[in-house]
Each structure stands twice: as C-alpha cells, then as structure tokens.
C-alpha cells in the first residue's frame, strides 16, 4: 500500500511540475515604446526611437510604425518601408502640427504590443 501511495504522490508531483513548467516557459508578449526627438534645423523632423522596448523573452523581430498620410520615413541604410527590423527611424511630418504615431512591437512568436502617441511639432528643443 505504502508504495501505491509513493507512486500516486509522485505522479502528482509531475502533474503539477509540468502544468507549472508550461506556463512558466510560454512566450510571453513584448512591451512596445518609444521617443521622439527633434532634429536641429527641421522643426517637422523628429527622431522615433523605440529601443526602449524590451520583450522578456529578448526576440523583438519587427517594429511596424504607422504614421498620418503625406509623412515621409528616412530609415537606416534607406529603408522606406514602415516595417523594419530597426528600432529608430526619422519622419518628416512635413509641417507643424500634431500628428498621431503609432508602434507595433513583434516578436519571433507573432506576439504584439502597441504603443501611440500624439507628437505636437516642433518639439521643445533637448538639453
């Protein structure tokens, strides 16, 4: 009997480890932000940094940055797409104003995390 007993606690040892270690190991979903910096000599022109996002599981995979119609993106080594690998990009917003931008943080997993925020230009100058 005693051994029945040992083999029954010890099954449900494992039960309870697997069922703690699947949800220990899931992927767990990035966490998207960003900045905005100004670019001396363009007051329509900002900086989007994002490398400020992190993802737990350290497998950002893609930043997708939607911008209003009419902004014109200057990536890295001459992207133009919105979709990129990089996490900062310059936009030229064309004129003053406030404009809605808006990231999306992908990881290898196809998990998500969005981001917004409204930018009113120029911004103030940085220290």
């Excluded at 900086?47 to 993802?55: E, I, N």
């Excluded at 893609?62 to 014109?72: F, G, I, M, N, P």
């Excluded at 995390?113 to 930018?119: A, D, E, H, T, Y």
Aim: aromatic letters at 10%; glycine letters at 8%.
């Amino acid at each position: 009997m005693r051994s029945a007993r040992t083999v029954a606690v010890g099954v449900l040892t494992l039960s309870v480890l697997a069922l703690v270690g699947c949800s220990l190991f899931q992927n767990r979903p990035p966490v998207a932000v960003f900045v905005a910096h100004p670019i001396e000599g363009h007051p329509a022109w900002v900086t989007l940094d994002a490398s400020g996002s992190t993802d737990p599981d350290g497998d950002i995979q893609w930043y997708y940055w939607e911008l209003q119609d009419a902004v014109r993106v200057f990536a890295p080594l001459g992207y133009t797409t919105l979709q990129t690998s990089s996490a900062v990009i310059g936009a030229d917003f064309g004129t003053e104003g406030e404009y809605l931008v808006r990231l999306t943080v992908m990881d290898k997993q196809s998990n998500a995390s969005v981001f917004g925020r409204r930018l009113v230009l120029p911004l103030p100058p940085e220290d």
